[in-house]
């Protein structure tokens, strides 16, 4: 066969490669929002939020932290569809699908061989936490596509600087960009950074992008500033601050490696790319470009300003995935044989955990969902004029979203204290009013398991004993006090 023919074979395989691993990313995600799983207790906090108010500058109830544009354009949805759960999950569905073209454009700009790039596009796809953030009401999503989209403007910069219009036009578009994902911060540091080491003359060209662009800043830091000083959310995320000893950075590290891979063996991969990069490719614009935000995330979070954590810095999954594949671009083997053992093995390691998650949870649906509407209707169906219909503590917010919804006429406690220790949460119980019959509901999550077995071992002592529960412990049990 003529090189021209091989070439132009290789081409088009490449291509259909990069479109079936884009199919395979909106297959996944799409799937997984078709799915309708209900809204959990954070989903339900945010969006009792949308419901109740239109004001987004003041500090948002039940501890929620959200940027304003999000939620406004949010609200713009609740309002208009009927289908309001549907509504509320069209930000995150169009950004995450979005994404899929916007990271492959960015790793064109870093990765050199094909292979790598496929690779990379691929896992990026098949990532559980990405896919997931399709389908839930959060703004992650969003916080990735904007952290791709303003990293990739870098690029443009060239035919942006020779027209005024277009620079005012990319400053505003930075500023409003802000607004409308916490991430987009992070891409607009690492632009200037890059800048400023490799194109400072480029700088006097975009003063007005930068003024517009440090105006909006100030007037967004001054509207978010309560979340710094909130000691909720601080004492919440307290174990992903960086101590001043670095003690608890690598375990901090390999967490997040492994929620965005599935294993934690792809950080060698990662570590071993950046260093070689240092070495051998410090002049690569990208690498710094690319590199950046990650210094900045470690910073803030060293500082107590920002946490270093899973869902929290879900728009650093395209730079791990990258510098995790980029070890294919260093590695020069002659042998082709011996090359491809390695990058199988190589490919295998990033690629098959990551799947095999995505697999479990969402063709399987293996997937966890705290679902208060199992037992609240179970309960409503079986509970008679007289019986009290208990919403468990920590439960209040989920009844609180969807109380309109269900509607029903049944007598219905909703607890409003907290127990932490499980034998005071059972004298709480038993003090109950005597002689009643009690539908007590628990939406499940992970740290409810002991409090739910704490129960049913008291209740299963007591009169009319029934237990109700899906596969995911979303429970109901019934007794007589």
Partial sequence: MK???????????????????????????????????????????????IKNSWNY????????????????????????LPAKEVALKIIPIITSISSLWLFYLLAKKYLTKKI?????????????????????????????????AILLTYFCLDKYSTNKNKIIIYGLMCAISLWFSFASLFALSSILFTMLVFDREKIPKFKFAIIITAISFILFYLSNKYLNSSEYLHKYWEKFFIS????????????????????????????????????IDNKNKTFYLLFFPLIVALSLSYFNIYPFSTRLILYLIPIF??????????????????????????????????TIESYSKIIRKNYKSENIIYPLIKAITLAKD??????????????????????????????????????????????????????????????KKKRINAVYLWAKQKKNFQIYYDKNLNTLIIFTN
């Fill in 386 to 447: 007289n019986d009290i219909i208990y919403i468990s503590e920590g439960n209040k917010i989920l009844y609180e979203y969807y109380k309109d919804y269900i509607k029903t006429n049944k007598n219905i406690i909703v607890e409003d204290t907290k127990h932490t220790d499980q034998n005071d949460y059972l004298k709480h119980l038993n003090n109950l009013e005597k002689g009643k019959t009690y539908y007590w509901i628990m939406a499940h999550n992970i740290k």
């Fill in 116 to 148: 790598s790039i496929i690779i990379s596009l691929l896992t990026f796809s098949v990532c559980y936490p990405l896919c997931y953030y399709a389908q839930e009401f959060k703004q992650y999503s969003s916080d990735v596509f904007c952290f791709l």
């Fill in 244 to 279: 001043n000893d670095f003690s608890n950075f690598p375990n901090m590290l390999l967490l997040n490696i492994k929620y965005i891979f599935n294993s934690v063996i792809p950080t060698i991969f990662i570590i071993s790319s950046i260093i070689i990069s240092f070495i």
């Fill in 321 to 354: 995935i990258i510098f995790s594949v980029k070890i294919f671009d260093f590695i020069t083997i002659k042998n082709t044989f011996i090359k491809s053992i390695i990058f199988f093995i190589i490919a295998f390691l990033i690629i098959m955990p990551a």
């Fill in 3 to 49: 090189k021209e023919n091989l070439k132009i074979l290789d081409f088009y395989t490449y291509k259909i490669s990069i479109f079936v691993c884009i199919a395979v990313g909106i297959i996944l995600r799409l799937l997984f929002f078709s799915y309708n799983r209900p809204f959990w207790n954070d989903e339900c906090a945010l969006a009792l939020n």
């Fill in 57 to 80: 500058f003041t500090p948002l109830i039940y501890d929620q932290a959200a940027p304003q544009l999000f939620m406004y354009i949010s609200k713009c949805f609740y309002t208009l």
